[in-house]
C-alpha cells in the first residue's frame, strides 16, 4: 500500500509541474528583487538559456562578457562579467534580476524582459509609432526566463 500512496503522491506532484501555467508578467511576485518560484512553472534548459544570451531578445552578451561563451563574438562591456554569476546571486535573485532588474538595482540600464506594463513612450519595434492595439508581449518567454537563469547558474568560479 506504501508503494501506491507514494506513486499516487508522486504522480500528482509530476502533474503539477508539467502543467503549471506561467506566472504573468504582472502577478510576479519580487522579495528583495529574488523571485522565489519558477515563472514558467518547468525547470530551465541550460543549453537553450545559453543560445538566448546570444540571440534574440535575450542577446545578454551585448552588454555583459561571458568566458563560457567566449567562442561568441562581440561581448559588451556595459554590464558586469557575468563569470562567477552563481556565486554571487542565487537561483531565485538571479530570476528577479533577469525578470526585471529595476526592482533590484534601481536605475539600472538593463532591460526588463519579463514586464508587460509600466513603460514610458513604449514605441512599437522600429516603426515609431505606439503599439496599435496597447498589449505589450515581454521580451522574453517565462521558460526563456527560466532557461537563462538555468545556464547562469552553471556560472560558478573555478
Not at 27 to 34: I, K, L, P, Q, S
Not at 60 to 84: K, T, Y
Request: hydrophobic share 45%; aromatic share 8%.
Amino acid at each position: 500500500m506504501k508503494h501506491v500512496i507514494g506513486l499516487g503522491f508522486a504522480t500528482a506532484f509530476a502533474a503539477t509541474m508539467v502543467f503549471a501555467e506561467p506566472v504573468d508578467p504582472t502577478a510576479v511576485v519580487y522579495e528583495d528583487g529574488a523571485v522565489a518560484v519558477s515563472l514558467s512553472g518547468q525547470a530551465g534548459d541550460p543549453d537553450n538559456g545559453a543560445i538566448l544570451m546570444n540571440k534574440g531578445s535575450g542577446n545578454c552578451i551585448a552588454c555583459h562578457s561571458v568566458e563560457a561563451l567566449s567562442h561568441l563574438p562581440f561581448h559588451g562591456e556595459v554590464g558586469p562579467p557575468l563569470d562567477g554569476v552563481a556565486d554571487r546571486w542565487s537561483e531565485a535573485e538571479l530570476r528577479g534580476i533577469v525578470a526585471n532588474a529595476k526592482v533590484m538595482f534601481d536605475g539600472t540600464m538593463m532591460p526588463a524582459f519579463y514586464k508587460t506594463e509600466g513603460f514610458t513612450r513604449l514605441g512599437d519595434a522600429y516603426t515609431g509609432k505606439a503599439h496599435a492595439d496597447g498589449s505589450v508581449q515581454p521580451l522574453l518567454t517565462a521558460q526563456d526566463i527560466e532557461d537563462v537563469v538555468s545556464f547562469l547558474v552553471t556560472l560558478k568560479e573555478e
